[in-house]
């Protein structure tokens, strides 16, 4: 099992840091590691819709993952990855955005399940791994945010 925490302070007003976050079909728009995401079932960000994403280097022979979200909160909502990740059976991912007096804080969790031997081998390679994925993703986050409309 995998498992990643991160939490991060934006120089972003939340509103418009969750207004990027919460439009679940484009997150290629600022994830430099995507080339291509979409909405291929339901539409918003309510429990059910599902999109897939495409990665521009497939990750370990994968081109492309499939998330399903199943919760939505006020400025939060989580997703399943029910086909897995490289070595690992199926993941849960969830995101947040807390108010800061200069900004807003990012929170990102990630499990990644199942994985066997193999995945208990390469562990320490996927937690770098996602985290340095999730590290490049709130800079875009952060720089797609203050160039929205507000």
Do not use: K
């Given at each position: 099992m995998v498992h990643v925490?991160?939490?991060?302070?934006?120089?972003?007003?939340?509103d418009r840091v969750w207004a990027v976050l919460s439009d679940f079909g484009a997150i290629a728009d600022w994830v430099d590691d995507l080339s291509e995401s979409r909405v291929v079932l339901g539409e918003g960000l309510q429990p059910g819709t599902e999109r897939v994403c495409t990665?521009?280097?497939?990750?370990?022979?994968?081109?492309?993952?499939?998330?399903?979200?199943?919760?939505?909160?006020?400025?939060?909502?989580?997703?399943?990855?029910?086909?897995?990740l490289a070595v690992y059976r199926r993941g849960r991912s969830h995101w947040r955005v807390e108010d800061a007096a200069d900004g807003c804080v990012v929170h990102f969790e990630t499990e990644l399940q199942g994985g066997g031997f193999l995945g208990w081998l390469l562990a320490g390679r996927a937690r770098r791994g996602i985290r340095n994925g999730i590290a490049r993703a709130l800079e875009g986050l952060e720089v797609h945010a203050n160039q929205r409309d507000a």
């Open positions: 925490r991160v939490r991060q302070h934006l120089d972003a007003p939340p990665y521009v280097t497939p990750v370990a022979g994968q081109p492309s993952i499939r998330e399903v979200v199943r919760h939505v909160g006020e400025r939060e909502f989580a997703y399943d990855i029910p086909d897995g």
